[in-house]
């Protein structure tokens, strides 16, 4: 498959010419959480053909941005990950996400798919990390099927698929009320309220939780 270039000596369109084809952010995206095998990809990227899912990981690492690697013990088997280069690639999309927040989101469409795990990387683009100056604690999360936890150390994040060993606070909810939550203008604090979601663990990591996120106020894209 030929690459496309815009043929600008622009540093935009030479980041363009490298991510800008179609499927390829998104693949950047999955793999900023962490390596993913061949297979994690497929699941995540429904609609994505295993040809062109081939042929866009083999650009991302012709182009120096995805390698290959063997997972660790247990697992052992091939994976992809991002090199520097893709990671640095990690601020540009946590600022689509909240560009996308504020004003692409709205309503969800019948045909599109929808991952709790992406609320990994949502859960960094909304942090506030003033309201988490002082706090160290371990949050998980288990939405449906999914699990993924956040490690706050006073005023930074580390947000992961999988649950944590020994976390602080642990908060369950199903696909729908996440949902709500995170789209549909429903806080936290309502939803364990109604009995829509539970909450378990240190009463004070519990009491800060509520002040650690904050999703943009949508906006009309409208012109007035």
Request: proline share 6%; with cysteine.
């Given at each position: 498959?030929?690459?496309?270039?815009?043929?600008?000596?622009?540093?935009?369109?030479?980041?363009?010419?490298?991510?800008?084809?179609?499927?390829?952010?998104?693949?950047?995206?999955?793999?900023?959480?962490?390596?993913?095998?061949?297979?994690?990809?497929?699941?995540?990227?429904?609609?994505?053909?295993?040809?062109?899912?081939?042929?866009r990981?083999?650009?991302?690492?012709?182009?120096?941005?995805?390698?290959?690697?063997?997972?660790?013990?247990?697992?052992?088997?091939?994976?992809?990950?991002?090199?520097?280069?893709?990671?640095?690639?990690?601020?540009?999309?946590?600022?689509?996400?909240?560009?996308?927040?504020?004003?692409?989101?709205?309503?969800?469409?019948?045909?599109?798919?929808?991952?709790?795990?992406?609320?990994?990387?949502?859960?960094?683009?909304?942090f506030e990390a003033k309201a988490a100056a002082g706090l160290r604690a371990v949050y998980e999360f288990r939405v449906g099927d999914e699990v993924f936890h956040a490690r706050i150390d006073d005023g930074t994040i580390e947000a992961l698929h999988g649950p944590a060993q020994h976390p602080d606070a642990t908060v369950a909810m199903s696909e729908e009320v996440f949902l709500g939550v995170t789209a549909q203008g429903q806080t936290l604090a309502e939803a364990i309220a109604a009995g829509a979601a539970t909450a378990s663990g240190d009463t004070e990591a519990l009491r800060r939780l509520n002040g650690l996120f904050r999703l943009p106020s949508p906006r009309s894209r409208s012109a007035g």
């Open positions: 498959m030929e690459q496309r270039t815009y043929n600008q000596y622009c540093a935009t369109a030479r980041t363009l010419d490298l991510v800008g084809e179609r499927w390829t952010l998104l693949l950047i995206r999955e793999l900023l959480t962490g390596p993913k095998r061949y297979g994690d990809l497929q699941t995540s990227l429904r609609g994505l053909g295993t040809g062109l899912l081939a042929a990981l083999k650009h991302l690492e012709r182009e120096g941005l995805v390698h290959k690697i063997t997972l660790p013990p247990p697992a052992r088997t091939p994976a992809y990950a991002l090199t520097e280069a893709g990671q640095e690639l990690g601020p540009a999309v946590l600022s689509l996400a909240r560009w996308g927040m504020k004003w692409a989101m709205g309503e969800r469409r019948e045909t599109e798919t929808f991952h709790p795990g992406w609320a990994v990387l949502g859960l960094r683009a909304c």
